[in-house]
């Protein structure tokens, strides 16, 4: 086989399946998917396989399987889902199962979709937002980023792939406009006048894939990258052209926003207001022009709302 094998982890979720997707309809040619999932035998696992992806079985939290999966691979997309189980130390411990498995197998290239600990920004003595789960400030950001150290003890060839909000979020999580005690449509986001760097999920793969083609040029290397950074009060504009209604942008404090009661509101909202509070840092960190340079299909948040606001549930 010519193509360069590439193993995408959570190949049937948002980031890993839109590198699958990416690869499989990259005209160049130049990887194959291995895709890797739980549940070989999914809806989704096979609709993969159908395209015409190697579908192979693996569990983070089983590393034996790792090793098999990373066997005679070029390159590997590494990420894991926090939300799944609401564990930064699970989250470190599967980073360092896949790093440990590239490492033996000798993976020329990964891919670590990361994020920033925030307790750079937030020391856990800093009482501006609470300390959760006694050791975090954003638990599912600081455990990918505590996980970062991993790869780099071990050696093993990485670009660290730092990502944005999905705008997906407001189709599957529950972060979409919903309507007020007046009816109309309301953002609520706890970000005051601070821009939100965002991107559609599918464009992250695509920029992966974009990385895998740079090779060498990326490697041990930070990429930043997002779609567009846009404010609330622009983001609930863009949402009332698309949805042709009222969509107002209300702004909330962090602590009211803690207070929502969902599961991981509180994460949430300290996730906001680090993003608040240290904006021109965290925009800094992501590079519009980079991503597009990745991804020259990468979309702004009026493309990704033409092709999904119907998608986007609204009560």
């Not at 590198?19 to 005209?27: C, F, G, K, T, Y």
């Not at 925009?283 to 493309?303: H, I, S, V, W, Y």
């Amino acid at each position: 086989m010519s193509e360069k094998l590439i193993a995408v982890v959570g190949a049937t979720g948002a980031q890993g399946g839109g590198l699958a997707r990416a690869i499989l309809a990259d005209s160049a040619g130049a990887f194959a998917v291995r895709a890797l999932t739980r549940d070989p035998g999914s809806d989704a696992a096979k609709t993969l396989a159908d395209q015409g992806a190697e579908v192979v079985r693996a569990d983070l939290d089983q590393p034996d399987t790792l090793q098999r999966a990373f066997d005679g691979v070029h390159g590997a997309f590494l990420v894991t889902n926090f939300w799944e189980h609401f564990s930064p130390e699970k989250e470190i411990e599967q980073a360092r199962s896949m790093a440990e498995a590239a490492a033996a197998r000798g993976v020329s290239h990964v891919i670590w979709s990361t994020l920033e600990d925030t307790r750079t920004w937030v020391p856990l003595s800093d009482d501006r937002m609470p300390t959760l789960m006694e050791r975090y400030k954003v638990p599912h950001y600081d455990g990918k980023g505590e996980a970062d150290a991993v790869f780099e003890e071990l050696g093993v060839p990485t670009t660290f792939l730092v990502t944005s909000f999905y705008w997906d979020n407001m189709i599957h999580f529950g972060m979409g406009p919903k309507p007020g005690p007046d009816g109309t449509l309301a953002l609520t986001y706890p970000l005051g006048e601070a821009k939100l760097p965002g991107m559609a999920a599918e464009d992250i793969g695509k920029c992966a894939l974009g990385v895998l083609k740079g090779g060498k040029a990326y490697l041990r290397r930070r990429v930043g990258i997002a779609g567009e950074f846009l404010t609330g009060k622009e983001m609930a504009a863009a949402l009332s052209d698309a949805l042709g209604q009222e969509v107002r942008y209300n702004d909330v404090p962090p602590e009211v926003y803690r207070g929502f009661g969902f599961p991981g509101a509180d994460d949430l909202g300290n996730m906001f207001q680090v993003k608040r509070d240290f904006n021109e840092q965290y925009c800094a960190g992501r590079d519009l022009e980079l991503a597009r340079k990745l991804n020259p299909e990468l979309q702004t948040f009026r493309d990704w709302l033409s092709q999904n606001k119907d998608r986007i549930p609204l009560e």
